[in-house]
């Protein structure tokens, strides 16, 4: 799936230096992505590198009007889209492996979680 950049776009250069396939061009007043040569930053970065970067959250947006158009999406069929691209993102994020820090943080962050979700228990109470 490749990706657009809105009108809500601030530093496009940003983008421009970070795309591993030379996706984002200037084209006069205006920064606009190659949608033949997006791929998602596939084999470079676990996510696209001009939404990771964007300081706005919404300046580069995946382009859904090309997702329908895509063999492994043909439905038009708005939640099979969806699903499909929920799918597809999901197996490129499980795909690379995590860092041993990233993965101790999530320890850490479960454990505390676990606990406050944990019912209380009752101490030296009889009925």
């Known amino acids: 799936m490749a990706y657009v950049i809105t009108s809500q776009c601030i ?3 940003r ?3 970070l795309c591993p396939t030379r996706a984002i061009t200037r084209n006069e007043h205006h ?3 190659n ?9 470079h970065y676990a996510v696209p590198q001009c939404w990771a970067v964007c300081p706005t959250n919404g300046g580069c947006l995946p382009d859904l009007a090309n997702v329908s158009r895509s063999p492994a999406a ?8 969806w699903f499909h ?6 197996s490129r994020l499980s795909a690379k492996p ?13 454990q505390a979680l676990s606990k406050q979700l944990r019912p209380p228990t009752s101490v030296g109470v009889n009925a």
């Open 98 to 110: 995590q860092s041993d820090y990233w993965q101790r943080w999530f320890d850490t962050y479960s």
């Open 31 to 33: 920064y606009q992505i």
């Open 35 to 43: 949608s033949e040569r997006c791929n998602d930053c596939l084999g």
């Open 74 to 81: 043909s439905s038009n069929d708005y939640w099979d889209t």
């Open 11 to 13: 530093e496009c250069h």
């Open 85 to 90: 691209t929920y799918h597809h993102l999901v």
């Open 15 to 17: 983008c421009e230096s």
